[in-house]
C-alpha cells in the first residue's frame, strides 16, 4: 500500500516540476511565435491538482496506518491464542503421558488402570395371578446394580458391586415402586477377593456369586450370591473342570453354625461349528440346618415351601425358642446337569436337563387331616428346557426364545436357594415357564417371562377365599415384563 501512495506522489511530482522546468526556459529562450502562453489559470489548475493529491495521499497514509495497527493487534490476539492452545496442548499430553504410564504399568501401580467399571437397569411391571385370592396383582418394580473390579496385582482382584434391595432379601434385588416416593435402599450384593494361582486354579473368598455351574431351571435363585471360600480348576476352555467350596448359612456364638460344603466336577467342549457339550454333577452338602431356623431375619424369610416341624425330638429348642417351627430334613443333595446346543436355521437351540435327589429326606408326619399329611422321601426335582436364539448386547435385532417345565417335591431342594418368582418361590411345585428376549438396541434389552406353574401339590395349603379349605394344586400364574439397560 504504501509503495503504491510513493509512487502516485513521484509521478504528481515530476510531472510539476516538468512544467516548472519548461516555463523557466520558455521566459528565457527567445520568444517563439509558434509557442502558447501559459496562464495563470493553468498554474493554478495544476497547483490544485497537487493538492487534491497531496491531500488524498495524507488520508491513505492514515488509513494505512489504521489498518496496520488492526493487523498488529490481530497479530497479538492470535500470538495470544496459541499461547493458550500450546498451554492447554501441554496439559493434555501431560495427561495422556500420566494416564498411558498409568496403564502401562498395569496391576502394579496407577488408580485409573487397576478399575473397571459397570452396572445395569432393570425396569419391570410384572402382574401375579395365584388362585384364591381376592384379586390378581401388578407392581412395577426396579433394579439397579452397580460396580467395579480393581485389580491389586496380576494375580489378585476384588469386586464390589452394589444393588437395590427390600429387606436385604438375598433372592431378590428389586425395588417396589411405593411408600409414597420414600428413598430405597442400596446394600452390598458382591464384596470377593479372587487369587488366580495359575492358569488353571483361582481362589475366591467373600461374597461372591455361586462357586458351580447352573443351567437355566429355577432350582437356584440367580440373585443369590453366597458367603465364603471356594476354589475353581479347569483343564481350558474345553475339557474337563471342578470347583469346592463352603458357604456360610448362620453363624451363632453357642452353638452349631448352618454352612453349605460342596464339590462339583464335569466336563464342557465347544467345537468350531458352535456346537457345545456340557456335563456335570455336584454333591451338596448342608450342615447343621435340620433342626434350626436357618432363614433369614424380617420380611425376606421363610421356609419357602420345606417341611417344617415343632417336635422338640427334632428341633434345638434353644435355639428356635419352645413351641417355634424349625426345618424338618437335613439337606444332603446330589445334582446332575447337562446341556447340549447346536444349530437350526441358522440359530443357536440350546437343550438342557437338571436333576437333583435329596438324600436326606427322611421326615413325615401324620395328621387326623389327611390333607396336611407329610410323607418320606419328598425328594427329588427334575427341569427340562429349550431355548432358541441368543439375544446378544452388542447385535440389536437378536432374539431367544425358550420354555421350561419342572417339578420340584416340597424337600428336595434347600428352600433358601429356589429362584423366589417361579412357583410363588417355593418347592411343592410343578409347572412352566415361557421366556424370551429381544435386542432393541446396542446393550437395551426387553424380556418377558410367563410362569404357569401349580403349587402345593405334595401337601394342601390353608386358604380363606372363597371359603376356609385345603387346597392342593393351587393355580399361580405371573408375567413379567423387563427393560434391560447395561452401562
Known amino acids: 500500500m504504501k509503495t503504491k501512495i510513493v509512487s502516485v506522489a513521484a509521478a504528481v511530482a515530476l510531472s510539476f516540476g516538468g512544467a516548472q522546468a519548461t516555463l523557466a526556459a520558455a521566459k528565457s529562450a527567445p520568444a517563439a511565435p509558434a509557442a502558447p502562453a501559459i496562464s495563470q489559470a493553468d498554474i493554478d489548475a495544476l497547483k490544485a491538482q497537487l493538492k487534491a493529491l497531496q491531500d488524498r495521499l495524507a488520508q491513505l497514509e492514515q488509513s494505512n496506518t489504521a489498518q496496520d495497527k488492526k493487523i498488529d493487534d490481530a497479530s497479538k490476539s492470535v500470538a495470544a491464542q496459541v499461547a493458550v492452545n500450546n498451554e492447554q496442548q501441554t496439559a493434555i499430553d501431560n495427561a495422556a503421558d500420566n494416564l498411558a504410564r498409568t496403564v502401562g504399568d498395569g496391576a502394579s501401580s496407577g488408580w485409573i488402570g487397576r478399575w473397571v467399571w459397570k452396572g445395569d437397569f432393570r425396569y419391570r411391571n410384572e402382574n401375579i395371578d395365584q388362585e384364591y385370592t381376592v384379586r390378581a396383582r401388578n407392581r412395577d418394580r426396579m433394579r439397579l446394580r452397580f460396580g467395579a473390579v480393581g485389580r491389586v496385582n496380576d494375580d489378585t482382584k476384588v469386586e464390589l458391586q452394589l444393588t437395590t434391595s427390600e429387606n436385604a432379601d438375598a433372592r431378590s434385588p428389586n425395588q417396589t415402586l411405593t411408600d409414597a416416593s420414600s428413598r430405597k435402599p442400596i446394600v452390598v450384593d458382591t464384596a470377593f477377593v479372587e487369587w488366580a494361582a495359575n492358569d488353571y486354579v483361582k481362589v475366591q473368598a467373600g461374597k461372591m456369586r455361586y462357586p458351580w455351574v447352573r443351567t437355566s431351571s429355577y432350582f437356584y435363585d440367580g440373585d443369590v450370591n453366597p458367603e465364603g471360600l471356594a476354589a475353581f480348576w479347569q483343564q481350558g476352555t474345553n475339557g474337563f473342570f471342578g470347583s469346592a467350596w463352603v458357604s456360610r448359612l448362620a453363624e451363632r456364638s453357642a452353638n452349631a453354625d448352618s454352612s453349605l460344603f460342596g464339590a462339583q466336577f464335569g466336563y464342557r467342549n465347544t467345537a468350531s461349528d ?48 419352645a413351641g417355634v417351627a424349625c426345618l424338618a430334613n437335613d439337606f444332603n443333595i446330589v445334582e446332575v446337569i447337562g446341556e447340549y446346543q447346536t444349530k437350526v436355521a441358522g440359530q443357536p437351540l440350546l437343550l438342557f436337563f437338571d436333576y437333583a435327589k435329596n438324600n436326606a429326606a427322611n421326615f413325615k408326619f401324620v395328621s387326623t387331616n389327611p390333607t396336611q399329611n407329610i410323607s418320606a422321601g419328598l425328594d427329588t426335582a427334575q427341569a427340562v428346557g429349550v431355548t432358541l436364539g441368543r439375544a446378544v448386547a452388542t447385535i440389536p435385532g437378536s432374539w431367544e426364545v425358550g420354555y421350561i417345565y419342572q417339578k420340584i417335591e416340597k424337600d428336595s431342594l434347600f428352600g433358601q436357594w429356589v429362584d423366589s418368582d417361579a412357583n410363588a418361590g417355593n418347592t411343592d411345585a410343578k409347572g412352566g415357564a415361557l421366556r424370551g428376549a429381544y435386542q432393541l438396541a446396542k446393550n437395551w434389552r426387553f424380556n418377558f417371562t410367563y410362569f404357569m406353574n401349580q403349587t402345593n401339590m405334595d401337601v394342601a395349603t390353608a386358604v380363606t377365599y372363597p371359603t376356609a379349605q385345603n387346597v392342593f394344586n393351587r393355580d399361580y400364574k405371573r408375567l413379567q415384563l423387563d427393560l434391560n439397560w447395561t452401562f
Not at 456346537?275 to 454333591?283: D, I, N, P, Q
Not at 431356623?293 to 427334632?314: H, L, P, R, V
Request: glycine letters at 20%; hydrophobic letters at 30%; a positive charge.
Open 274 to 321: 458352535g456346537t457345545r457339550v456340557l456335563l456335570a454333577a455336584g454333591y451338596f452338602d448342608h450342615g447343621a440346618v435340620q433342626g434350626y431356623n436357618n432363614i433369614q431375619t424380617g420380611g425376606a424369610g421363610g421356609y419357602f415351601g420345606n417341611s417344617t416341624t415343632t417336635s422338640t425330638a427334632i428341633c434345638r429348642t434353644p435355639v428356635v425358642g
